[in-house]
């Protein structure tokens, strides 16, 4: 994992609360997430056609994202990293229990 000190803030992925307000704004937006790969997911809000990058890496035991969006970049639980967050945890599990 390279270091992305300084150039980009990287939010941490709490509890549900620290990302609940992200999580509800997601279920009412309902953005299309792609998976790029384990870890790296493209999301589009279906509306305006918008797509941000966003990441999820594990660090110390604790889960961190990023969002390319303006959001995202000021270290904000934005509803892009909640509905890619969402996607995570599911693979993880899954990977998890092969
Ligand atoms: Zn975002």
Same mark, same amino acid.
């Given at each position: 994992m390279t270091e992305t000190e300084g150039a980009k $803030?990287? +939010?941490q992925l709490t509890t549900a609360t620290a990302i609940e307000k992200a999580i509800t704004k997601a279920r009412t937006v309902k953005p299309r997430v792609h998976v790029n790969c384990f870890?790296? =997911?493209t999301v589009t809000? $279906? #509306?305006t056609g /918008? #797509? =941000?990058t966003v990441t999820?890496? $594990?660090r110390d035991g604790r889960r961190f994202a990023s969002c390319t969006c303006k959001a995202g970049e000021l270290g904000r639980a934005c509803y892009h990293v909640a509905a890619a /967050?969402? +996607?995570h945890v599911q693979l993880a599990t899954e990977q998890a229990s092969h």
């Open positions: $803030k990287m +939010i870890g790296s =997911y809000n $279906k #509306t /918008a #797509t =941000y999820c890496e $594990k /967050a969402g +996607i």
